[in-house]
C-alpha cells in the first residue's frame, strides 16, 4: 500500500474532497462564494460548533454521547448573564470561569448519572437536556438578558483582533482544538478514553478507571459548552432562555459524525472534526448566498450528514477491496 | 530432572464457587520455575477457573497463592501484571482501534491521567519486544484486523514487557495453522530457556507430548494428577480425564426403528468440517460427540441452513433437499435447538408465551392477525406437557430458570411438528433432577417417531440415550459405536486429536 493510498484512504482526506467540491459548485453559480469575505463568514458561524463539538468527540471516543451541550451552554450563559445583570461593574473577564465552572458542574452531574447508576448516557442526557433547560428558565424567570447588560468587552470579541485580523472568538475555539487535539493524541486521559471506547470490557482489565475517565469527559464536556455558552452571549449580545443552545447538539453531533468519529467509540481525530466543522459552516455560508431560506437548514444539514455518511462508507469499502486485492 | 528447580507458584486449597456450585475444590498445584506445563482435563473441569484465579480475573472462594516462597493475593488483573503473572486468551482482548504498540503498553504506564504520552518510547519499545519473538509486524496500526495469531503474538508481547514469570496460554493453538502452531511452540521453547513458567492448556495430547514438561489432569473441578509427560501414557491421561463413576440413567423403552428420516453424504465446509456422511432413521437417537470446537455445531447449523455446508448431500424422507437458510430446513420438517441459549435461543425481553409461539405465526394468526386466544391456548398446553414451572405465562422468559428455559424452547420448536429434531448440549447448565425429565422427554419424542440427533459432550448422556454413537474431532467422523458396544474410554480416545493440526 503506497503511502498515497493510505492518505486518501484517511476520513480526513474525504472530508477535505467534500469541502473542496462543495466550494467549487457554489462558486460556479455565485462567484464571489470564493472570496476572503465568504471565508470570515464561514469562520464566524462556526467558532461555536467547533468548541461544542470538541467536547462531543471526546464524549463519543469513550462511547458514550451528550445530548444535553445545548442545554448547558443555555443554562451557564444565562447564569453568567444574571452575575452581568444583577452585579454591573465586575470584572467582565470573571464571566470566563463562572461560566467554564458553571457547565463543568452540569458535565460532572451527566457523568455521576452515568457512572453511579450505570445508566445509558443517551437516556441520561436525554432526561438533563430538559432538566438543564428547564432550570435555565427558572433562575431566568423565563426572561432574556438583554444587550444592554453584556459588557462592551465581552462583545467587542467577536469582531476585534489581536492578530492577522482573527476575531478573538475564532482563536478562541482553535485553541481549544489545540488543547484538544494534545489531550487526545499527547496524554493518558486520551489514549485511555480511545481504549475505553474501543473495548469497554477490557478497559479495566487493563488498569483503565473507568470511572474516573467518564467523569473527567462528561466533565470536560460541560465545561467547553460553558466555554460556548459566555461566547454565545458575546457573539449574539443577548442570552435567551429558550432559544440560547437550542438544537446546538444537533449541529455539533453533526459536525462530529461527518468528521469521521464512530458513535461505536474509540475513532475519531481532531483534525477530521475540525473538517466536519468547516464543511458545516461552508454550508451554512453558502445557503444564503444561494437563496435558500433559513427555514430549510435543519433538512439541508440533515442531508449533508447522510451523504458525507454514504459517500465515506462507498469510499472505504473499495479502498477495503482493493487493499485486499493487492495484498493476496 | 525437576526436582532441581526452585518453586514459583504453590498453590494450596484453591476453591471456587460460583452461585453455591463448586467449581474448583481444594487443588493444590506447584509449578517450577522454567517449565512448560500442561494442564488437562474435560470442558468444565476447571482449567479454565484456575487459570483466571492465577491471572486475578477470579478470586478464589478460599485457598492460599505463593510465589517466589512469598504469600500473595491476585486481587485484580493488574496486581496479577505487576507480579509478572499473563493470561493470554484463546481470543485474544485488545483494543481494536488503537496501535499493536499501545496494546503492548497498555495498563503498563506510570503517571498521572495528563501526563505525556512517550510516543517514540513507546514505538521503540514495542518492536523490540516484537522481534525478541521474531514476528515482524507494523506496531503503528491499529489492531483491528489482525490475524489471531498475530493477536496472539502481541499478547506474548504484553507478556514480556510487563516482565511475566508465568505466562498462561489457555487453548491457544485451536485457531491457529501449524505453521503459527510451530512458530508459537518455537517462542515458548524460548522463554522456558529464559527462566520463564508457561501453563499450556490443550485438548490436544500431540501438542502436549511435543510441547510439555509436566501434566496435570483436573476433573470435574479437582485436581486429579501431575505427572512428568515421559511418565505416562496417553491412554492413562484419557482415562484419568473421564475417571468418574456417575450413577448411569437408563432410557426407560426404546423405539422401533423405522425408515430413514435423514440421510446426509459427504457434507463438508471447509475450516468447520470435511466429509460427514450419516443416516438418522426414524425412532432412533444419534449421539454426536466429541470435544467443543471438534466440529458437531458446525454440522448442526449445516443441516439447519444457519451456515449452509458448501458440498455434499442431504436427502430427507429419501427426497434430496437443498438448505440454504433456517425457513426451508423448518418447511421441511427440521428443528434445531441451539446450545447458546442466551444467544441463539431465546427473545429474553419477551414474555414465556411469546418465545413458546415464536416459530408458528401461521397457528396463532391464521387471518394474519394473532389470535390471543389461540396464542394462549396452544402455549398453556405446551406448559403442560413439558411441566414447565413458571408463575405466569406473560413473565418474561429470563425470569425462568435454566431447565425451564430450555424446556421452553424445546416446547417451540416441538410445536412445529418436526420429524427431525437436533439438540445441541440440551442439559448444559441444567440441574441433574432436570436432566432426568430431559431425558425422559428426549426419548418419548424417539418413541412417537421423531429422529433425533444429539450433540452432547456428556459421555454418561450419550451412552444411556443413544441407540449409537458417532464421534466427531478436527471436523471428521473418527468412530461410530452402536449403544451396545460403546463406553466412555472409546468415546474418548476417538475424540482426542492425534495429528496435532487444525481442521
Same mark, same amino acid.
Request: proline share 11%; no cysteine.
Given at each position: 500500500m503506497t503511502l498515497l493510498r493510505s492518505i486518501f484512504l484517511r476520513r480526513e482526506a474525504g472530508i477535505l474532497v467534500m469541502i473542496v467540491i462543495f466550494c467549487a459548485v457554489v462558486g460556479l453559480y455565485?462567484?464571489?462564494?470564493?472570496t476572503g469575505q465568504s471565508l470570515r463568514i464561514v469562520l464566524l458561524l462556526t467558532p461555536l460548533i467547533m468548541i461544542g463539538a470538541m467536547a462531543q468527540m471526546l464524549v463519543l471516543i469513550a462511547r458514550h454521547v451528550d445530548l444535553s451541550i445545548g442545554s448547558m451552554l443555555g443554562f451557564s450563559a444565562m447564569v453568567v448573564g444574571l452575575m452581568y445583570r444583577e452585579y454591573p461593574d465586575i470584572y467582565w473577564l470573571l464571566g470566563f470561569p463562572v461560566a467554564i465552572l458553571t457547565g463543568a458542574v452540569l458535565g460532572l452531574g451527566n457523568g455521576l448519572l452515568v457512572t453511579l447508576f450505570r445508566l445509558p448516557s443517551i437516556i441520561v442526557t436525554l432526561g438533563t437536556l430538559s432538566l438543564y433547560r428547564g432550570l435555565t428558565f427558572i433562575i431566568s424567570d423565563a426572561r432574556q438578558i438583554n444587550r444592554s447588560v453584556i459588557p462592551t468587552e465581552l462583545k467587542v470579541m467577536s469582531r476585534t483582533s489581536p492578530i492577522f485580523d482573527v476575531p478573538w472568538i475564532i482563536l478562541i475555539a482553535f485553541a481549544i482544538a489545540l488543547m484538544t487535539f494534545v489531550i487526545a493524541r499527547h496524554t493518558q486521559l486520551g489514549r485511555q478514553t480511545y481504549a475505553l471506547g474501543s473495548n469497554p470490557e477490557a478497559a479495566p482489565l487493563r488498569g483503565i478507571d473507568v470511572t474516573k475517565v467518564t467523569l473527567i469527559v462528561f466533565t470536560l464536556a460541560g465545561a467547553l459548552s460553558g466555554l460556548a455558552g459566555i461566547l454565545y452571549a458575546s457573539r449574539w449580545g443577548f442570552v435567551n432562555p429558550s432559544n440560547t443552545g437550542a438544537g446546538f447538539e444537533f449541529q455539533v453531533i453533526a459536525a462530529v459524525v461527518i468528521g469521521g468519529v464512530s458513535i461505536n467509540g474509540g475513532v475519531g481525530t481532531v483534525m477530521g472534526t475540525v473538517l466536519g466543522v468547516l464543511l458545516l459552516g461552508c454550508v451554512a455560508a453558502a445557503l444564503p448566498l444561494l437563496g435558500i431560506p433559513g427555514s430549510t437548514q435543519n433538512a439541508i444539514y440533515g442531508a449533508v450528514i447522510l451523504i458525507a455518511l454514504l459517500i465515506d462508507r462507498s469510499v472505504r469499502q473499495r479502498g477495503a477491496i482493493s487493499m485486499s486485492r493487492t495484498t493476496s | 530432572m525437576m526436582e532441581g528447580l526452585p518453586m514459583l507458584i504453590e498453590a494450596r486449597g484453591i476453591s471456587k464457587q460460583f452461585g453455591g456450585v463448586d467449581v474448583l475444590s481444594d487443588v493444590d498445584l506447584d509449578l517450577h520455575a522454567g517449565e512448560i506445563h500442561a494442564l488437562l482435563g474435560e470442558n468444565g473441569a476447571g482449567k479454565s477457573t484456575f487459570a483466571k484465579i492465577l491471572a486475578g480475573i477470579h478470586r478464589p472462594t478460599r485457598g492460599k497463592l505463593r510465589l517466589n516462597g512469598q504469600p500473595v493475593d491476585v486481587s485484580s488483573p493488574i496486581a496479577a501484571q505487576k507480579l509478572g503473572i499473563a493470561l493470554i486468551h484463546q481470543e485474544p482482548i485488545s483494543f481494536p482501534d488503537l496501535s499493536v504498540a499501545e496494546n503492548i503498553v497498555m495498563g503498563r504506564q506510570a503517571g498521572g491521567l495528563l501526563s505525556r504520552v512517550p510516543w517514540a518510547k513507546i514505538i521503540a519499545d514495542a518492536r523490540r519486544y516484537l522481534d525478541m519473538l521474531g514476528v515482524s509486524l507494523d506496531v503503528t496500526r491499529p489492531m483491528r484486523g489482525l490475524s489471531i495469531a498475530n493477536q496472539q503474538m502481541v499478547e506474548i508481547a504484553r507478556s514480556l514487557a510487563s516482565d511475566s514469570k508465568l505466562i498462561i496460554m489457555d487453548e491457544p493453538t485451536a485457531p491457529l495453522t501449524p505453521r503459527e502452531v510451530d512458530t508459537l511452540f518455537n517462542i515458548a521453547r524460548r522463554l522456558r530457556e529464559e527462566g520463564r513458567t508457561i501453563i499450556f492448556i490443550s485438548h490436544r495430547l500431540e501438542e502436549v507430548r511435543m510441547l510439555c514438561d509436566r501434566v496435570t489432569i483436573f476433573r470435574d473441578g479437582a485436581h486429579i494428577a501431575t505427572q512428568t509427560i515421559d511418565s505416562i501414557s496417553d491412554d492413562e491421561i484419557i482415562k484419568l480425564m473421564i475417571g468418574r463413576t456417575l450413577k448411569k440413567y437408563m432410557r426407560k423403552h426404546m423405539a422401533a426403528i423405522g425408515e430413514t428420516a435423514l440421510e446426509v453424504s459427504n457434507l463438508s465446509l471447509p475450516g468447520a468440517f470435511e466429509d460427514v456422511s450419516f443416516t438418522l432413521r426414524r425412532g432412533e437417537i444419534i449421539g454426536l460427540g466429541g470435544l467443543? %470446537?471438534? %466440529?458437531r455445531t458446525d454440522v448442526a447449523r449445516a443441516l439447519f441452513g444457519v451456515a449452509p455446508a458448501a458440498s455434499g448431500q442431504i436427502s430427507i424422507g429419501g427426497v434430496g433437499a437443498t438448505i440454504n437458510k433456517p425457513s426451508e430446513a423448518i418447511e421441511l420438517g427440521l428443528s434445531f435447538v441451539p446450545e447458546d441459549r442466551a444467544g441463539h435461543g431465546i427473545f429474553s425481553t419477551l414474555s414465556v408465551e411469546h418465545n413458546l409461539t415464536a416459530a408458528i405465526p401461521n397457528l396463532i394468526a391464521p387471518s394474519g392477525f394473532i389470535s390471543r386466544k389461540r396464542e394462549h391456548g396452544i402455549s398453556s398446553q405446551a406448559v403442560d406437557d413439558l411441566s414447565i414451572r413458571l408463575a405466569s405465562l406473560r413473565q418474561p422468559i429470563v425470569e425462568l430458570s435454566g431447565g425451564n428455559q430450555q424446556k421452553a424452547i424445546l416446547a417451540r420448536w416441538l410445536l412445529t411438528e418436526p420429524k427431525i429434531l437436533i439438540l445441541d448440549e440440551p442439559t448444559r447448565g441444567i440441574d441433574i433432577g432436570v436432566k432426568a425429565e430431559f431425558y425422559d422427554m428426549i426419548g418419548d419424542l424417539a418413541e412417537a417417531g421423531r429422529a433425533i440427533l444429539l450433540i452432547s459432550s456428556e459421555l454418561p448422556e450419550l451412552l444411556s440415550l443413544c441407540d449409537r454413537i458417532l464421534v466427531m474431532s478436527e471436523g471428521r467422523i473418527t468412530a461410530e459405536f452402536p449403544r451396545e458396544t460403546a463406553t466412555q474410554e472409546s468415546i474418548m480416545q476417538a475424540a482426542v486429536p492425534r495429528t496435532g493440526m487444525a481442521a
Open positions: 455565485k462567484p464571489q462564494f470564493l | 467443543v %470446537g471438534a %466440529g
